[in-house]
T-cell receptor, first 115, second 114 residues
Framework: SAVISQKPSRDICQRGTSLTIQCQVD?????MFWYRQQPGQSLTLIAT?????????ESGFVIDKFPISRPNLTFSTLTVSNMSPEDSSIYLC????????????FGQGTRLTVV | AQKVTQAQTEISVVEKEDVTLDCVYE???????LFWYKQPPSGELVFLIR??????QNEISGRYSWNFQKSTSSFNFTITASQVVDSAVYFC???????????FGAGTILRVKS
């Protein structure tokens, strides 16, 4: 299994500022995934972070808005840049672990409110 | 492309009723994994089950049961004798091969009234 520690758990931020979310895993994993869940909506993948290479972004998400770091196999950060109220969401990081890396684990999420 | 459809936006039941949440998926891969998660109002995702494409056996865990049918590309979830604590949003998700991203359905809001 994998235990994921995500920080902060929640924050209220002013528009125009940036917030960096941290995700720490208790085991080494190849890929880390960042999801966004807008209010009342489902989870949407923002990007996949591989150690040692640039993150792969999904359609509709760009690196300038959501820069990601992946300095080692247990840690990643997601920054939400130049925030607007539309960025108010829950952000979650996720990894696969377990047999054949088929079990998906999630952090507890970061509940972001932009005012 | 992979896709998950949860056609039921919201379901309301009275405590002790049985309820089934539907999930239909699309994938071109022969190897894939299906998941169900529960999201209570606190926001965290609670893992309920993982099923791989080669195992069509139904599974029962307490009041929860899952019916996986490849012929209809469905992976439905039934709660027997529902309780108020079952009230949450339930998500079905699909991952192709192993260790790939999850694609989520829209979710079903379950409200269990006492």
């Amino acid at each position: 299994s994998a235990v994921i520690s995500q920080k902060p758990s929640r924050d209220i931020c002013q528009r125009g500022t940036s917030l960096t979310i941290q995700c720490q895993v208790d085991s080494q994993v190849t890929m880390m995934f960042w999801y966004r869940q807008q209010p009342g909506q489902s989870l949407t993948l923002i990007a996949t972070a591989n150690q040692g290479s640039e993150a792969t972004y999904e359609s509709g998400f760009v690196i300038d808005k959501f820069p990601i770091s992946r300095p080692n196999l247990t840690f990643s950060t997601l920054t939400v840049s130049n925030m607007s109220p539309e960025d108010s969401s829950i952000y979650l990081c996720s990894v696969f672990a377990g047999p054949q890396n088929t079990e998906a684990f999630f952090g507890q999420g970061t509940r972001l409110t932009v005012v | 492309a992979q896709k998950v459809t949860q056609a039921q936006t919201e379901i309301s039941v009275v405590e002790k009723e049985d309820v089934t949440l539907d999930c239909v998926y699309e994938t071109r891969d022969t190897t894939y994994y299906l998941f169900w998660y529960k999201q209570p109002p606190s926001g965290e995702l609670v893992f309920l089950i993982r099923r791989n494409s080669f195992d069509e056996q139904n599974e029962i865990s307490g009041r929860y049961s899952w019916n996986f049918q490849k012929s209809t590309s469905s992976f439905n979830f039934t709660i027997t004798a529902s309780q108020v604590v079952d009230s949450a949003v339930y998500f079905c998700a699909l991952s192709e091969k192993g260790g790939n991203k999850l694609v989520f359905g829209a979710g079903t809001i379950l409200r269990v009234k006492s």
